[in-house]
């Protein structure tokens, strides 16, 4: 089983939607989680750390629930930049450093 | 530079071939990680510097996979008698050391070298 698991889509929304994507983790002593997002066949850019007790930037929101092991990404009033591969990150629980990353959610915002 | 940057950018090999993809990590950054990403997969820890020193390389798939850094900074991924397995995009990624947690995991990504084994 992947450390970190993540439904891969894709969601189709229209512009304006609010769409939120969850992602689970199966190691309890993971410290740090990240949403980072990936254009096609580009690199993966952090979006946004997670914060226990959750954390906003502008349109995007991030959740972190530790007893249930979950992260999620809610995006308001969707826009069709937004479209793109978000990926689920949460530090490697043995060494602290490396990322495990998840598949990735598919995002396809449609005018 | 302002960013990572990796070359080449594309990479076609025949079966057997070896390949060496170079990274040129944000000045100053001590850390830097090597990752592999498949189609439509995330990417996957390979391996971990921290200055010149190889800390981790739990996630090399095998001992054709080798990687340096020696004084630090460039570093080069190699492999050897690659297969058709091997056919994914190599993600150098850097960063700064950071404190308490604080910035320690915030990944600075180059474009990647994308390999094709035939």
């Known amino acids: 089983r992947k450390e970190v698991e993540q439904d891969p889509g894709p969601f189709n929304v229209p512009e304006g939607a609010t769409v939120a994507f969850n992602c689970t983790y199966s190691n309890s002593a993971s410290q740090s989680f990240f949403w980072y997002r990936q254009d096609c066949r580009k690199e993966p850019k952090l979006l946004m750390s997670?914060?226990?007790s959750g954390n906003e930037d502008g349109r995007f929101t991030a959740q972190l629930n530790r007893a249930s092991q979950y992260i999620s990404l809610l995006i308001r009033d969707s826009k069709l930049s937004d479209s793109a591969t978000y990926l689920c990150?949460?530090?490697?629980?043995?060494?602290?450093?490396?990322?495990?990353f998840g598949k990735g959610t598919s995002l396809l915002v449609t005018p | 530079g302002a960013g990572v940057s990796q070359s080449p950018r594309y990479k076609v090999a025949k079966r057997g071939q070896d390949v060496a993809l170079r990274c040129d990590p944000i000045?100053?950054?001590?850390?830097l990680f090597w990752y592999q990403q498949a189609l439509g997969q995330g990417p996957e820890f390979l391996t971990y510097f921290q200055n010149e020193a190889q800390l981790d390389k739990s996630g090399l798939p095998s001992d054709r996979f080798f990687a340096e850094r020696p004084e630090g900074s460039v570093s080069t991924l190699k492999i050897q008698r690659t297969q058709q397995e091997d056919s994914a995009v190599y993600l150098c990624a850097s960063s700064l050391p950071g404190q308490g947690g604080t910035g320690a995991n915030v990944l600075t990504f180059g474009a990647g070298s994308r390999l094709t084994v035939l």
């Open positions: 997670v914060y226990s």
């Open positions: 000045s100053g950054h001590v850390s």
């Open positions: 990150v949460v530090t490697n629980s043995n060494s602290g450093y490396a990322l495990n």
